[in-house]
């Protein structure tokens, strides 16, 4: 069986090109060496534009630095140009099939999100060259630079998505809390316009109190004084925290749904990787999605440690991994595709080694219950992990029997 071959998984030795080591720099996760260093100047030099702008806000400093500022404006446009180029140039060379076609694909880049963002953040100076309109006028347009650092946060790009996947239940949300506005402001129109002809006398007058009253931030400067008034004002208030509370809760059970598709999708993938899952059939697949759960593990981390208990077992979907045997057995290293932690779950015992990741891996995990039912539903998976449990077990020797209470 393929999952539990020991030979050396074949890997992708082609040279990169120019093209897709741009990309690779400009738009890897894996936040290493040059990449690393790229991406951290391009955020630092986003966070500087956008205090830039606060600062020259202040006219002192303005006056004082106007010439900096102007230059600083200039060279920043510079680079943020030279990065909008170099990611269209680069975007073909992406895994994203979208993007592949040298004109199509940068099209339809060009036309995504971040993209769009990217060319608002090198505008301003355009337009400043043709219009001749001063950069103190552009504030506006260039303080949406700090949307450019959608790209570097996950999690803002996944509040992003949350609002977009509930955007219908947020929309039904928003209708109630219009309509409630509109009667709140009726009533409270009806019952103060008397008592109160210049805050209530109208309708539209009348919403900016029920805007307030809704939202609960109730400033104090206009309250009803009539007894309707303060009744209606009393329901109102509380309709509000209502209101107010269903959204958070829409987005808040949106995210962990994302979190969880998420895993989803990022398991599926690791699995597919891992050339015995990927033959298997999508419904055989989407099984053991459902009980492995991905597991990032940094160069150097002890991920089982000798002696402690087993509760779960991992395969490893990218990376190695060594097995640190007793003194004088030499480590074993273990690679993509196959699995470390069995033996404590076959055995019921503590774990015999500890096994340390060489490099960073990515894991999968899977625990004791949902192993045991798996090796019950499939013996032939069954033996052939008994097997290789076996004879790990006869090369490394019979780990001492764990420790009973009492
Ligand atoms: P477990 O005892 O649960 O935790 C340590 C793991 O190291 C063990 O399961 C095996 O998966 C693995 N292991 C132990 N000995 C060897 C070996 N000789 N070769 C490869 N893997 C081993």
């Known amino acids: 069986m393929k999952l539990l071959r020991r030979s050396r998984p074949r890997r992708d030795t082609a040279p990169k090109s120019f093209r897709r080591r741009l990309y690779d720099l400009l738009e890897s996760r894996h936040l290493r060496g040059w990449h690393f260093v790229v991406q951290s100047a391009l955020i630092l030099l986003i966070l500087a534009n956008v205090l830039a702008v606060v600062l020259e806000t202040i006219e002192p400093l303005e006056k004082a630095y106007a010439e900096f500022f102007h230059w600083f404006e200039i060279v920043s446009v510079a680079i943020f140009t030279l990065e909008y180029a170099a990611r269209m140039y680069a975007v073909t060379a992406g895994p994203r099939e979208q993007f592949r076609h040298p004109v199509l694909g940068r099209l339809r880049f060009a036309l995504s999100p971040l993209a769009i963002i990217d060319l608002v953040a090198i505008m301003p100076l355009f337009v400043l060259v043709l219009f001749g309109l001063d950069l103190g006028s552009l504030r506006l347009v260039r303080i949406l630079r700090i949307l450019k650092l959608l790209r570097y946060s996950p999690s803002m790009a996944m509040l992003g998505r949350v609002v977009y996947n509930e955007r219908k239940t947020l929309t039904g949300a928003l209708i109630v809390f219009l309509i409630l506005l509109l ?30 009253a809704l939202t609960t931030v109730g400033y104090g400067d206009v309250t009803p004084i009539t007894a309707l008034g303060r009744v209606a004002a009393g329901v109102i208030t509380l309709l509000g925290i209502l209101v107010i509370a269903l959204p958070t809760g829409i987005i808040a059970s949106g995210f962990i749904e994302e979190a969880k598709r998420r895993d ?53 979907a990218s990376g190695e991994v060594d097995v640190e045997l007793a003194h004088p057995r030499e480590p074993v290293r273990l690679e993509t595709g196959q699995f470390f932690g069995e ?52 090369y490394t020797g019979q780990p001492k029997p764990a ?3 009492g």
């Open 183 to 212: 009667l709140s402001s009726t009533v409270a129109y009806y019952a103060e316009r008397v008592a109160q002809p210049k805050t209530f006398g109208s309708i539209p007058d009348a919403m900016w109190w029920a805007m307030a």
């Open 264 to 316: 989803f999708v990022v398991t599926w993938q690791l699995l597919t990787e891992i050339p015995f899952f990927g033959s298997l059939t999508a419904p055989r697949i989407a099984d053991l999605v459902r009980i492995l759960r991905p597991r990032f593990v940094p160069a150097g981390e002890a991920i089982v440690r000798k002696g402690e208990e087993g509760d779960s077992m991992f395969i490893i």
């Open 343 to 394: 033996m404590a779950l076959i055995e019921k015992r503590t774990r015999s080694a500890t096994v340390r990741a060489v490099e960073e891996c990515k894991l999968l995990e899977m625990g004791a219950k949902d192993f045991h039912e798996l090796t019950r539903q499939h013996p032939e998976l069954r033996d052939s992990v008994h097997k290789i449990a076996a004879e790990r077990k006869a």
């Open 403 to 405: 420790p009973t209470e």
